[in-house]
Structure formats: C-alpha cells, structure tokens
C-alpha cells in the first residue's frame, strides 16, 4: 500500500530536549516536505527537498533541520525545541510538480 | 456580473443533498489546484485536481470548477453522505515550484 508514515505520532516534551520525527515514503517519490498545521493559519511548509541531498526552506524554517540521506526518508530534527513549536506536522511526498502531494498522518507535538 | 462564491468556514448539509465548497486563490501565475479532504485525526487526503488549462472536472461523486478570472475554486459534492463530513482545503501550486499554499479550509458537517 502506497504510504507516508510518520513516528512518531504523539510526543510530549520539554524545552531544549533534541527531538527528531521520521518520516518515510514508499512511493519512489522525489520530492518530500514537512508543513506544521496551527488553528488559524492552515498548513504552513517548513522544508521541503527535491531528491537526496537537495533541500531548501520553505515559509517558517527556522527552529528546524532537515535531512534527505535516501530517497524514502526525510526527518525533521529539532536541535532545541521551544513552546512555540508545539504543532500538528505533516510529511508530505510526491513524484511531480504537478501531481498531487501524499500526507502522512500527523504528528502532534506538545513542547512544554 | 458573475458571481462568486463566498469561502464560508463551516458548511452544514443534509444527508443526500449537494454540497458547494468555494475557494478563493491568491496568485494569479498558479496552474495546479488541489482540494483535500483531512479527516480528525488524519493527514490531508486527495479528492481531486484541477489544472489551469481546465475549467471543470469530474469524479466520483466530486466535480471541481476553475474560474480564473476571478481566481475560484469550487468543489461540488453530489449526495452528500456522513463519510464526507470534514475539513475541506483547497490548494494551490504553480509549475516547478515546491509549495503548496493551502487555503483556510472549511468543515462541513452532514445532518442526518
């Protein structure tokens, strides 16, 4: 079954503890991208990557890191997470610029 | 005139009557829209795309309209069932680019 999945799904943690959420895709996709979602203010594009090695920030970079090491996978990091970076985020991939993205099914972060 | 659409935040339908989601884009050099479906709990969900050389297309149960020159969007939804209660984006990409820009999105609930 074609996926993106994400882990983890919830996670509840404290200011300045590094955190990474995976996100992995079997579609072959080349492009990848994480977005965070904020009552209010919809889907927001955090980083987004083209293929392996190629990465680029998209509207709200800043607080994270991104890698793109494989082709499937495509982690968010967050070296010293804060409370405003408690969100809703979604991985997204796809195989086109006009094809439509898949979404994983979130991860909800509480940073306290 | 032509009318437009108003993009209303909550959209409440009776079982088995048509539904009408409208949205409006903001850039005029965007050449690919996408309406979602994002469930509670889930990540966003295809419906259905549009491209600018377009004007209407259909799916299943869906339809969607473009009207560039008001830069509109709509989703129809035929025989509204209570699977389709959730949250509706539309969004929108232009050619080579990486972004998605999401609308504000609308929820509709069905009424049995």
């Known amino acids: 079954e074609a996926q993106v999945t994400q882990n983890p799904r919830y996670l509840i943690t404290v200011t300045g503890k590094k955190l990474t959420v995976t996100c992995s895709q079997n579609?072959?996709?080349?492009?990848m991208s994480w977005y965070r979602q904020d009552p209010g203010l919809g889907l927001r594009q955090i980083y987004y990557s083209m293929n392996v090695e190629v990465t680029d920030k998209g509207d709200v970079p800043e607080g994270y890191k991104v890698s793109r090491k494989e082709k499937r996978n495509f982690p968010l990091i967050l070296e010293s997470p804060s409370p405003n970076q408690t969100s809703l985020y979604f991985c997204?991939?796809?195989?086109?610029?006009?094809?439509?993205?898949?979404f994983g099914d979130g991860t909800r972060l509480s940073i306290l | 005139g032509e009318s437009v659409g108003l993009h209303l935040p909550t959209l409440s339908v009776q079982e088995g009557d048509n539904s009408i989601i409208n949205c409006a884009y903001s850039n005029s050099a965007s050449d690919y829209f996408i309406w979602y479906k994002q469930e509670s709990g889930k990540g966003p969900q295809f419906i259905i795309d549009?491209?600018?050389?377009?004007d209407k297309r259909q799916g299943q149960r869906v339809t969607v309209l473009l009207n560039k020159t008001v830069k509109h969007l709509s989703l129809q939804i035929a025989a509204t069932q209570p699977g389709d209660s959730a949250v509706y984006f539309c969004a929108e990409n232009k050619e080579n680019d990486y972004k998605l820009s999401f609308g504000a999105g609308t929820t509709v609930t069905v009424r049995a």
């Open positions: 549009i491209r600018s050389n377009m």
């Open positions: 579609m072959n996709h080349e492009y």
């Open positions: 997204a991939s796809w195989g086109t610029g006009d094809q439509p993205q898949h």
